[in-house]
């Protein structure tokens, strides 16, 4: 059995012009790796996928601005993909990362990358999109009642142990793996000194990313994109649909869709997806495939 690799990162401080943002780095090899999560979690939820890769590179996993323990602006217009995308080049810029970098991202975190690379061609090389919220403008208003569940959803329990009991047996997290789940406990909440613990990225954050992400459209900018691109989405994904699109108006693409898997991909399968991502970052790998 492959033994798998230390998940315990080094939590660097990156200050921005603006915000500050929380970066995980985890050791390991250059070049380095840009992981983005998706909305409503933190870069920790990476752990499960980290600790089964098994190509050597060093992660970079920020903390997506509302989110985990970088800063909260509290203004929606700061939660379109121009702002979040804006985070990703303040940590390519931070940490140096060389022109042709890496990069892998998660539902909101993946529509980011694409952002970051279209304000900057030639940013990336090679990217793995999971499941990326690029879609045409009609989808987005569909999207406008997950905003308000996020505002109605509890936000405080009196232990972690409640929360996970509560969450783990709801959708979408009862499909969560139970290290995937234990991850966002473990990271995703802050607490406080009597247990009770809080999320860190509070719901009207949440909502605004699902109220304001559309604002930029990267749909018809597909054909820009110059970046190797893996897309990898769920069978039964609300976002199948839309990953086979961004498939076909991506210059350089390979498409990979996962039975029985939804929209949660790195947390519902993380040993596969950490397969896929060592697979298509590992040296001399073909470009464009079917």
């Not at 959708?171 to 000194?193: G, K």
């Not at 970046?227 to 350089?252: C, D, F, K, R």
Request: glycine share 8%; proline share 9%; aromatic share 8%.
């Amino acid at each position: 059995m492959t033994a798998r690799r230390p998940t315990q990162p080094d939590m660097r401080r990156l200050q921005g012009t603006n915000l500050s943002l929380t970066v995980h780095d985890y050791p390991g090899e250059e070049p380095p790796i840009l992981f983005c999560h998706c909305t409503g979690v933190c870069a920790r939820v990476w752990d499960p996928v980290a600790a089964r890769l098994t190509i050597p590179n060093r992660i970079l996993a920020p903390d997506a601005r509302g989110h985990g323990d970088s800063d909260k602006p509290r203004m929606a217009a700061e939660y379109t993909w121009r702002g979040f995308a804006a985070d990703v080049l303040a940590v390519v810029d931070a940490f140096q990362l060389p022109e042709g970098a890496y990069a892998v991202g998660h539902s909101g975190g993946a529509s980011a990358i694409v952002l970051a690379e279209l304000m900057r061609p030639g940013l990336f090389s090679r990217v793995a999109l999971i499941d990326a919220i690029i879609a045409p403008p009609e989808f987005f208003p569909t999207a406008l009642p997950l905003a308000e569940r996020s505002r109605r959803r509890r936000h405080c329990f009196e232990s972690r142990m409640a929360a996970r009991q509560r969450l783990g047996n709801k959708p979408p997290m009862e499909q969560w793996t139970p290290e995937a789940l234990d991850a966002y406990i473990a990271h995703a909440f802050s607490e406080n000194a009597d247990g009770a613990v809080a999320l860190k990225c509070p719901g009207e954050i949440e909502a605004w990313v699902y109220e304001y992400g559309g604002v930029v459209n990267l749909y018809d900018r597909l054909g820009e994109m110059r970046a190797e691109a893996l897309v990898i989405t769920g069978a039964n994904s609300y976002m199948v649909e839309h990953a086979h699109h961004q498939h076909s108006h991506l210059p350089n693409a390979r498409l990979v869709t996962l039975p029985d898997t939804g929209h949660f991909i790195p947390q519902e399968k993380p040993a596969e997806t950490a397969a896929l991502i060592s697979e298509w970052f590992a040296p001399s790998q073909p470009g464009k495939g079917t």
